[in-house]
């Protein structure tokens, strides 16, 4: 079920990779993800939180501090402090000016401390004042009492930047504090005492078991079986305190009673293990739960198996190892966000799913169906390239050079695609503003009308940069309607270039090296392609925000002159997109590739103009026929023709487009296929072109031979004009692509996603999809390897450097490591679950 | 896939087969025979094997779940295998024996039926879970001694010292209650001593254990008519288990998904603690009372009582003697049983059921006992 689960996971991960991909031809590696958190703050700040719970009884506004410690034992600074709560629970920050060292949570009591008594019958008499209904004069089971001295520590080795540690104050943990200080402290010594304690009680993890309030029958429903086995092991300690003056248990004297020795030598008293042992099942019996832990068979067996009246716990490695608590909050994320995330993909219409959809949809409406952006270009393009001198009306093949600037597009020529419309320009201190009105121009054979008003540099202006202000545009094409409220067109020549309204030659030799693109827009989708046909949306999208592309023109490196070729060094949306629906969603993408620069300079391929296309292709034509004396075969890339003769009686057979219009003009039969020829006269192709383009080549045009179709031959084209490709297997794109969204699920934190791409070449890339939430995060990641697979393996990780690897063709799941020590199995039971194993005998199964 | 859980349970008991096994093996020995011989020695060869399951069939709690599930909240299996020399009242022989007692609440055997056959389930419907299984394997050497001590009275006393073969002890608790008539939520812990986990598919793993047991017997020959007999097996008994592999764990519906017939099948979610714990128990002591009375014709009556445990009943036997052989023929009424036994000097049969059709059978009984003289 896992399985089905991830693989679905990865399906979505696919999904977005190919959506950030799409946007940029393929996007690229190199941009390094270190799997930050979204949003996250200094990077140089500790982010370290340290929480748990204070449990003698619960302790209630209970004073906790955080003390960094040196290596003696002496308190260095105070690094932290909360209050606990009215389950026992706090949470702290360990501020800036933590060092590193070991440090000592200290939990006390103040004037408003109160504890939960859990000793049965009761905690002595009541003296706090406090309001006591049923029994004014007794700390009964249950109820809270001020105690009159409270001292608990618990001791941890260090904690790192990103961690949450979990640590619980108890008297055990207070025990193994003790233990520590009576050796020179280091990380492992603080480990090792921790770990000394927890193997004495059977097991049980003292720093991250949490105990619960244990004369709360709600609190005990919801724990599990070790979290009320270590409350009914704290509470056991009560019982053996001696009453102080108010017959109430002295829970310091208790607590140093239990911990002077062992601090010294390490051992335990047998009898005093005894009876703690006794007192938890006491307290257990009160409340009506049995032990189903075997913690408690566990102590049982210590305690008869002691020698010499007392017990030396070793510390076993694996117990209490934070490592394990790590991987335990690592698989309870993956288990949380999974089972939400999964159920939003088994639920069309649920955020995760709707919002993806969203952001997939506006990706591909903005950067594939780009009609309308072409149209915006290409209106500051001929305001660029020929109003600004104004005068490049073709008035009868006149060019007229005044500062009369044509105002209909039927007079300038068609090169820019434009076929009706009027422009206009106005002055003011300078610089000129131009308004193109109810203009249509044709881009890539699609039709798109334009509004746009533009202000152009003042004339005579020498500048490297040439800014182009785009106060507003609306353009409108079949798939989408693009209005753009603010925007720029900046142009980087390395060569200043001199403004000149009246003589555009100045800036024709100019070199423009990079264009930036920069637009606030709103895009409304109006028709998707199905299957490459073109529908109206039923739900079309919305998009609102900022489109930013930047490009970098190539350099003929021939002539040294600009060309029309370009590719998109980095482009990025970021804005609101929403559907009539009402769902919407605030995104950012990303895609950039910063080798762009050098690869126009230099591209992976360019064909030398003068070869052939035999040259290029391996000794093929691009026109060519073949004569026999049966059959004749002609064909070109735009059209063929077979004929063939098979017998006196019937007609010469033919296929081509034309069949019909032959037929009809030339019916049969013949004696030959010469014959046939002789009859209809000699063979003439309907269409022969002149000039061919052939993509990732170039234009190729036809000699001045004559062709001789009376017997076998070619036309030789030649290469007139090259296409550059920038990237291909040999040199491919090295960039990135990066998404980040934010999603809210019910009953969870606001989640940032982050999405990411990468590619080394053609045939490896890396994804990756991030969910941020609070201070924790959990990485998913693939990498595709070899050609012909979506993703070869899928990593999972999270903040504490977890790492469980899933190999997504056979479902296989690794073991679970940290800094690749192995901390929990992970294996597949009989019926589909998983279950994980941890090394300290620990297991889960979901 | 809680029913599945819970199935493997019983399907453990099943599986491994004790009840033919064993006897498999020692009649091999047997007929292989000694080359030796004594006319005050014999070779014997005793199996016993009894079998009772009280809700269903012991087919359907052995994992099949197909027959439907009455009253009752126990089943048992008690199987032993004697092999060895018998020398005037002396004895020593080889045991293997397999004890298992399952105490379940009736609404757990229900849940199971109806969810492993896809039952439609009364919306609301509360169900206690809960299985205490205890069951062990052990092998080992029993010394004994038979004799009259008087003419009246003999006695019997058995000595075993057993090594552990098998363990599985535990419980799991919770309860269910039903969402839908196809969806019911779940949860429940369970804490396990094994050999090989039944539920969490745990590596196998060897338990090392050792003990002891003592049986006894008594047969007083009151008069001419009436006789007395008492038979106390495992009157004490202590095995000490070595580290024992033994999993505590929680369990809850989890994840839910819907088969292709609509039904409920879980993604279950399960914390829990893999360890070892060493700790000791004691077999569960079965007594059996005969009071038998013999007739004007040599023919003779017999009441007992057999206490195993958790199931006690009485059963009458009416006993026909023919030169060396009696045929008695058994009535079991708390159990719908009857049966017949066939007694020789060197051979006894015994084969008590409820029903001739194995797979809906809930009691079976099963006995043979062959006394090979040597010399």
């Known amino acids: 079920m896992m399985y089905y689960k991830l693989n679905q996971f990865l399906l979505v991960l696919s999904t977005l990779i190919i959506v950030s991909a799409c946007g940029g031809g393929g ?115 249950g109820e809270e009492y001020k105690p009159a001295n409270l001292f608990m520590t618990a001791m941890l080795g260090d904690a790192q930047n990103g961690e949450t540690i979990a640590i619980q104050v108890t008297p055990y943990t207070h025990m193994a504090a003790r233990r520590a200080k009576s050796a020179p402290l280091t990380s492992a010594s603080i480990d090792s005492a921790n770990s000394e304690v927890s193997v004495l009680l059977g097991g049980i993890d003292i720093l991250r078991t949490s105990p619960v309030d244990i004369t709360n029958p709600a609190s005990l429903q919801n724990a599990n079986a070790f979290d009320i086995i270590y409350s009914g092991l704290a509470a056991a300690i009560a019982k053996q305190a001696l009453p102080d003056p108010n017959n109430q248990p002295d829970l310091n004297q208790a607590l140093d009673h239990l911990s002077r020795s062992y601090a010294l030598n390490g051992e335990f008293d047998s009898i005093a293990l005894q009876l703690i042992l006794d007192n938890t099942i006491s307290v257990l019996k009160a409340v009506g739960v049995t032990d189903t832990s075997g913690i408690l068979d566990s102590i049982r067996a210590a305690v008869i198996n002691a020698e010499g009246g007392s017990i030396d716990p070793q510390p076993n490695p694996n117990v209490g190892d934070s490592d394990v608590q790590k991987t335990r909050l690592f698989l309870s994320d993956l288990r949380t966000w999974g089972t939400v995330i999964f159920q939003e993909l088994e ?8 919002q993806v959809e969203l952001v997939q949809t506006a990706a591909d409406a903005i950067l594939n169906d780009d009609i309308a952006l072409e149209a915006i270009s290409a209106g500051v393009d001929v305001i660029v390239e020929t109003g600004l001198s104004g005068m490049q009306c073709d008035r009868g093949n006149a060019i007229a050079f005044d500062d009369s600037p044509c105002t209909d597009f039927i007079d300038y020529d068609t090169n820019h695609g434009f076929f009706t419309g009027t422009v206009t320009r106005s002055t003011s201190n300078g610089s000129s503003t131009y308004t193109i009105s109810n203009a249509s121009v044709n881009v890539a054979g699609k ?50 270039v001199l403004i000149n309204y009246f003589d555009q030659r100045e800036y024709e030799d100019a070199r423009i090296t990079m264009t930036v693109l920069a637009l606030d827009v ?35 490196p021939v002539n040294g002159e600009g060309t029309d070729d370009f590719i998109p ?121 002149f000039e061919i383009s052939i993509d990732e080549q170039g234009l190729y045009t036809r000699g001045s031979s004559v062709p001789d179709y009376s017997q076998s031959g070619f036309i030789p084209f030649t290469l007139d004009e090259a296409y550059p490709v920038f990237y ?56 595709k390897n070899n050609a012909g697979q979506d993703i070869d393996s899928f990593d999972i990780t999270n903040q504490d450097g977890v790492v469980l690897t899933v190999g997504f063709d056979k479902g296989e799941f690794s073991d679970l490591s940290i800094n690749g020590r192995v901390i929990a199995t992970v294996e597949e039971l009989s019926s589909g679950v998983m279950k994980v194993s941890y090394i300290d005998g620990s297991f889960e199964i979901f | 896939m809680v029913a599945l859980r819970f199935s493997n349970y019983f399907y453990q008991l099943h599986r491994k087969g004790r009840i033919i096994r064993p006897f498999l093996c020692g009649l091999l020995l047997v007929t292989a025979g000694p080359a030796s011989a004594d006319k005050n020695q014999r070779l014997g060869f005793e199996i016993h094997s009894f079998s009772y399951s009280e809700a269903t069939s012991i ?25 060895g020399l018998l020398h005037g009242p002396f004895s020593i022989q080889y045991v293997q024996r397999y004890d298992a007692y399952y105490d379940y609440a009736n609404d757990t055997a229900r849940l199971l039926y109806q969810t492993e056959n896809k039952l439609p389930l009364k919306q609301g419907d509360q169900y206690d879970l809960y299985i205490s299984e205890d069951e062990s394997a052990s092998k080992g050497f029993r010394f004994g001694y038979s004799d009259w001590l008087r003419d009246d009275f003999k006695l ?18 919770g309860s269910a209650s039903v969402v839908d008539s196809n969806d019911y939520d779940f949860s429940f812990y369970s804490d396990v001593v094994y050999e090989e986990d039944p539920l969490y598919e745990r590596g196998k793993e060897n338990v090392y254990g050792r003990g002891y047991s003592f049986d006894l017997a008594m047969h007083y020959l009151v008069n001419q008519n009436w006789d007395l007999g008492l038979q106390v097996l495992d009157l004490f008994s202590k095995m000490k288990v070595d580290d024992a592999p033994f999993t505590t764990a929680e369990a809850s519906s989890g994840t839910k998904r819907f088969d292709e017939d609509g039904y409920v099948v879980f993604d279950p979610v399960v914390t829990g603690f893999e360890g070892y714990k060493s700790y000791s128990f004691e077999y569960n002591t079965q007594t059996h009372v005969v009071v038998g009375y013999r007739l004007k014709n040599s023919d003779s009556i017999t009441l007992q009582h057999h206490d195993y445990y958790n199931l006690d009943f009485q059963e009458i036997n009416y006993i026909q003697r023919f030169d060396e052989m009696e045929l008695a023929w058994n009535l079991i009424p708390e159990l719908n049983a009857i049966g017949f036994s066939i007694r020789t000097p060197s051979l006894k049969f015994i084969l008590n059921t409820d029903n001739l059709d194995y797979d809906e059978m809930k009691y079976l009984q099963l006995s043979f006992q062959y006394y090979l003289t040597l010399g």
């Not at chain 1, 008594?117 to 009541?126: L, S």
């Not at chain 1, 008003?453 to 079949?478: G, Q």
């Not at chain 1, 073949?626 to 057979?653: H, I, L």
Request: aromatic residues 8%; negative net charge; charged residues 15%.
């Open chain 1, 522 to 556: 709103v895009i409304t989708q109006k028709k998707i392609l199905v299957n490459g046909i073109p529908q109206v949306a039923t739900n079309p999208i919305n998009y609102a925000g900022k489109l930013d592309v930047t490009a970098f023109n190539y350099i003929d």
């Open chain 2, 59 to 83: 087919h359907s709690i052995g994992g099949h779940w197909e027959d439907d599930v009455s009253s009752g909240d126990k089943a048992l299996t008690v199987d032993r295998l004697y092999l």
């Open chain 1, 569 to 689: 060094g980095s482009v990025a949306l970021g804005g609101a997109v929403s559907n009539n629906l009402g769902d919407s969603v605030s995104f950012d993408f990303t895609l950039s590739i910063p080798t762009a620069a050098a690869d126009v300079v230099n591209p992976a391929r360019l064909l030398p103009v003068g070869s052939t296309y035999a040259d290029n292709n391996g000794g093929s034509h691009l026109s060519a026929w073949t004569k026999s004396v049966d059959e004749f075969t002609y064909s070109n890339p735009e059209e063929y023709y077979s004929y063939w003769f098979n017998n006196e009686s019937v007609n010469v057979s033919v296929n081509s487009p034309y069949t019909g219009y032959l037929e009809l003009f030339h019916p049969g039969p013949y004696a030959s296929l010469d014959a046939y020829f002789n009859e209809t006269g000699p063979f003439r192709p309907l269409v022969d072109p």
């Open chain 1, 27 to 141: 996007g690229g590696g190199g941009r390094s993800d270190d799997g930050g958190l979204v949003g996250g703050s200094d990077p140089g700040a500790m982010q370290a939180q340290v929480g748990g719970n204070a449990v003698k009884g619960i302790v209630i506004k209970g004073n906790v501090t955080a003390i960094e410690l040196d290596s003696a034992g002496n308190n260095l600074r105070v690094v932290g402090t909360a209050t606990t709560d009215s389950d026992g629970g706090y949470n702290l920050t360990l501020d800036s000016s933590y060092q590193g060292g070991p440090i000592e949570i200290v939990v006390s009591n103040g004037p408003e401390t109160t504890m939960v008594c859990d000793v049965v019958p009761d905690c002595g008499d009541r003296t706090d004042g406090l309001t006591d209904s049923n029994d004014p004069l007794v700390n009964n089971f």
């Open chain 1, 447 to 496: 039709v798109a009308t334009l509004d746009l008003v533009v202000n152009v540099p003042a004339n005579e202006a020498l500048l490297s940069t040439v800014a182009v202000a785009i106060e507003s545009a609306t353009a409108d094409s079949e798939f989408d309607r693009m209005v753009v409220s603010n925007g720029s067109v900046t142009l980087t020549s390395p060569n200043p």
């Open chain 1, 347 to 354: 639920s069309p219409m649920q955020a995760f799913d709707t």
């Open chain 1, 728 to 783: 291909d297997s040999t040199k491919p794109p090295i960039g990135s692509v990066g998404l980040q969204f934010s999603l809210q699920f019910a009953g969870l934190p606001e989640t940032g996603v982050n999405i990411t791409g990468s590619t080394t070449d053609f045939e490896q890339g890396l994804g990756a999809v991030t969910l941020s939430f609070g201070n924790r995060m959990i990485r998913f990641s693939g990498s």
């Open chain 2, 156 to 173: 019997s006393v058995y000595f075993s010292l057993l090594e552990l073969t098998d363990l599985e002890q535990g419980e799991l608790k």
